[in-house]
């Protein structure tokens, strides 16, 4: 079989008051502005105490957006979700509002065609391992290649249905509970010819250096960790990763996961591939390294 270098190809009503109370009020220092998480047990005011004094809830999303966006339905479809939600336009204050809140999700409403957006993806990513959707308002294959590559996850059409969406959000809550469940049980790492995967970190080492991988980036890794030296379809790769009924869609995001991975890999040991595609078949973990 061929081995290649990858190459990315190509509804209820919310309550009425569900955006974020004092829209655009700022964090942390400028106290006492308040924000709503909706689903919350109450709103948190941060000129009262700390976020860290209060009872953080279990599962946050934010939605966020810098051009104009009907966010109803979705917080309301997110809320159904079991999330606590909070929605606003990105400004000088979003950064630190996902330090404090520590999301599982945020929905970020972009212009792929905007570089400014992808700019932002990457400061967003600096902050947190939250799982980024990017919901698209204006398609470009390049700026999304972009955005992935800077940190989101996984992206939609603005145009794509409340039902895709909700299906999306609920494919990655299991995700989130697959990775989380696997953290709790297994602390220990794993090795893999020279790579060692550190699953409380999400992290991969290579003699003795080491680099930061997303949520699904490592839930892939772990997946062709599975069985070293086998090759996997993309849907069994999906599949192991905590996605049960991967889309078309899904499918065709992985390829951009896994050149994304290869290229951080190489940071850390250029000398050889650690992830093969087997043209028309799917990908393999080599155990090269250690034993051999």
Known sequence: MDESRDQAEDPEPAPDDASMSDAGSPMSAIAPERFRLLGA????????????????????????????????????????????????????HSLELIRQLDP???????????????????????????????????????????????????????????????????????????GHAQRSTSGTSE?????????????????????????????????LASSPGRVMSPGAILVAAGIPEPSTSAVSQLKVHVLRMRRKLREVCPAHEHILNLRGTGYMLERRGQDS
């Open 104 to 178: 599982a999700l945020i929905l970020f409403v972009v212009d792929a065609a905007d570089t400014r957006d992808c700019e932002i993806v990457h400061a967003i990513r600096a902050q947190t391992d939250a799982v980024i959707l990017l919901v698209v308002a204006r398609f470009n294959v390049p700026g999304i290649l972009e955005a992935l590559d800077a940190g989101a996850d996984l992206y939609l059409r603005e145009s794509d249905t409340i039902a895709i969406l909700e299906a999306t959000v609920r494919s990655v809550l299991r995700l989130t509970r697959t």
């Open 191 to 223: 090795v893999v010819g020279d790579l060692i995967l550190h699953p409380v970190r999400r992290m991969v080492e290579c003699q003795g250096r080491s680099v930061q991988l997303t949520a699904m980036e490592f839930a892939i890794l772990s997946a």
């Open 41 to 92: 047990a109450e709103t948190v005011n941060q000129g009262q105490e700390s976020w860290e004094d209060q009872q953080r809830p279990d599962k946050v999303a934010i939605v966020l957006n810098r051009r104009p966006y009907q966010a109803a339905r979705t917080i309301s479809m997110l809320m159904r979700q079991g999330l606590s939600v909070t929605e606003r336009p990105f400004d000088e």
